[in-house]
């Protein structure tokens, strides 16, 4: 089984030092900022998931809280002790998003 909390933690660490233009410099499919913000989006998703809620929209505040709301909601998922599957497809995410960057 994929560790998500390690893929996770390689994201944020490529991440953690990023400004303004990099967030907004582009990368295979839209900007940076895009791509984090989808996998933002797609985790909080399968947090509701993991606890049968209804999804919600997270709000985007801005380029350089990103890094914090990628951390906030990977610890959410990780809480709401998804399902062998559920981590799969969140680690998966993450690693594409990765790559894509």
């Keep these: 089984m994929p560790d998500f909390a390690t893929s996770i933690e390689r994201l944020l660490t490529q991440v ?14 839209g900007t940076r900022s895009q791509l984090v913000r989808d996998l933002v989006q797609r985790l909080a998703d399968l947090s509701a998931e993991a606890e049968s809620r209804p999804t919600r929209r997270v709000p985007h505040i801005h380029d350089l809280v990103l890094r914090d709301q990628l951390r906030v ?16 497809r969140a680690t998966t995410a993450v690693d594409e998003t990765r790559r894509a960057l």
Excluded: I
């Excluded at 953690?16 to 499919?29: F, I, K």
């Excluded at 998922?77 to 981590?87: R, Y």
């Design 16 to 29: 953690h030092h990023w400004d303004e233009p990099r967030w907004r410099a582009t990368a295979t499919t």
């Design 73 to 88: 909601l990977a610890d959410d998922l990780l809480a709401a002790a998804p399902s062998a599957d559920l981590l799969v």
